[in-house]
Structure formats: structure tokens, C-alpha cells
């Protein structure tokens, strides 16, 4: 990764610049207004992302509070933690994703809430390769 840091100089009026690998943030002067921009990639896959681990946050939760009923909780732990390790990576494997998904709803069995949870969260999974 490059990242580029420069500071201006007093009374410049340069302020601070700091980008790179598609992150960019510029500030103005700390004395006068500032300028703060954001730039992550894609806009609607960042918000796709972000989706999809919520859902999984979702997923957790309901993994706590229906643990005795699921057919293995541990595998759906370990499932669940493999899938927001895929997903936080750089370039998620989709293959890796959809083994690991399978994985999970074998581990969740017959709990319907759990079930529809992974439903949702695998929709929206698939939907960060469309």
C-alpha cells in the first residue's frame, strides 16, 4: 500500500493532504474552514459490504440467543467468524464464502429465525459478486 503524507508550510494556507489505494482525505487550515472528502472505492459496493456485515452482526446475535436449540453451536461460531474474516479481507473469495455458508446452515439445523437470518446474509453475499 502507498500513502502519501504532506503538511504545508505556515502561512501557506496548505493545510494537510494524506491518499492512497483509493482513500484521500484533505484538510484546510486549522484557523479557517476545513475540507474533509472521503473517497473509498465503489460507494455502492462499500455499502453492500457494510450490509452484509450487519446482517452477520444479525446472525451472531441470533446465534446467542437460540445456542441450545442450533445442531452445533461451535461450528456456527467458527462458521460466522470465518465469514467476517472473509469479508473484512481485501478481496473476499467468493468459493471460500459459499463452503463456509454451507458450513453454517448444516451447524444452525432447523431453527427457522436462524435459518432466515443466513438466508438473508447469503443474498446479500451473493450480491457483492453480481
Known amino acids: 500500500m502507498t500513502m502519501a ?14 491518499s492512497g489505494s483509493g482513500n484521500q482525505i484533505n484538510t484546510g487550515e ?9 473517497i473509498n472505492g465503489d460507494t ?21 440467543t437460540h445456542a441450545p436449540q442450533l445442531a452445533n453451536v ?7 467468524a470465518r465469514i467476517d474474516e472473509e469479508l473484512r479481507s481485501p478481496a473476499p473469495d467468493r468459493r471460500r464464502l459459499t463452503e463456509t455458508l454451507e458450513t453454517l446452515g448444516l451447524a444452525v439445523g432447523s431453527v ?5 437470518i443466513a438466508e438473508g446474509l447469503a443474498t446479500m453475499i451473493a450480491g457483492l459478486f453480481t
Open 30 to 38: 486549522v484557523k479557517g474552514s476545513q475540507v474533509q472528502t472521503h
Open 5 to 18: 503524507i504532506r503538511r504545508g508550510r505556515g502561512g501557506t494556507g496548505d493545510g494537510w493532504q494524506v
Open 74 to 80: 461451535g461450528a456456527a461460531r467458527r462458521a460466522a
Open 112 to 116: 427457522a429465525s436462524v435459518i432466515t
Open 44 to 64: 455502492a459496493a462499500s455499502a453492500q459490504l457494510q450490509a452484509a456485515l450487519s446482517k452477520l452482526a444479525e446472525l451472531n446475535a441470533a446465534l446467542d
